[in-house]
């Protein structure tokens, strides 16, 4: 079955170690992929996302991601964290369908311990 | 003020009762979405629109209806709300255009708790 997965529930991060959140996805062709962010008590914000070419993508607040076609997966990383960095992050595909319906994995919630 | 606005942000009704959650965006973007958030589920998605006479179910769509009163509303309905429409109900929109083709844009909200 075509699924998005964040095998990860909760994650603990001390401040200043880095982070690698994982998402894997099963669809047939390269989808469109996305990484959100929710902070507490806020509605989703665009952390980055991956259409096509350089595989290595950047985006705000100093996070990346790596599409690894062979593997299926989709995961960001950030090389040193901070304290505001707790919050829950989704994987999002868009299977290319042209209509641009995400599909949200089941989000893994970041913890940063001092 | 914020481009995705959603009233209420928190309602708590009873069994059976209908309840309309509101979405309103300055963004000028055609495609608006409604999304259920539960915990340990992510995101679902409820209905979409893509213009104003274009209404389409999403992957949970039974129980719930929507208006598209103009290009910057969009509104869901629970006809008869049930306990399991406890939720945290998103909107969002999007634009196919430009740098942020592919974005959805999101509302901060809506907590509907059905006693």
């Known amino acids: 079955a075509q699924s998005v997965t964040q095998p990860d529930i909760h994650i603990t991060v001390s401040e200043g170690a880095s982070l690698e959140l994982r998402c894997n996805y099963s669809?047939?062709?390269?989808?469109?992929l996305f990484w959100y962010v929710q902070s507490p008590g806020q509605g989703l914000q665009l952390l980055l996302k991956?259409?096509?070419?350089?595989?290595l993508v950047q985006g705000i607040k100093g996070f990346e991601a790596e599409f690894k076609r062979s593997q299926s997966s989709f995961n960001l990383r950030k090389p040193s964290v901070h304290w505001s960095d707790a919050a829950e992050y989704f994987c999002a595909v868009d299977p290319n369908t042209g209509f641009q319906k995400l599909v949200f994995g089941t989000g893994t919630r970041l913890l940063v311990s001092p | 003020d914020a481009d995705v606005t959603q009233t209420p942000r928190n309602r708590i009704t009873k069994t059976g009762k209908r309840i309309m959650l509101e979405c309103s965006q300055t963004k000028g973007h055609d495609r608006m979405y409604w999304y259920r958030q539960d915990p340990g589920l992510g995101l679902r998605l409820i209905y979409y629109?893509?213009?104003?006479?274009?209404?389409n179910k999403g992957e949970i769509s039974d129980g719930y209806s929507v208006s598209r009163q103009a290009q910057a509303k969009f509104s869901l309905s629970l006809e008869s709300a049930i306990p399991n429409q406890t939720a945290l109900y998103f909107c969002a929109t999007s634009d196919m255009t430009g740098a942020n083709t592919g974005e959805l844009f999101f509302g901060e909200g809506s907590r509907l708790t059905v006693l």
């Open positions: 669809y047939g062709a390269t989808p469109y």
């Open positions: 629109s893509f213009d104003v006479k274009d209404i």
């Open positions: 991956y259409f096509s070419g350089d595989t």
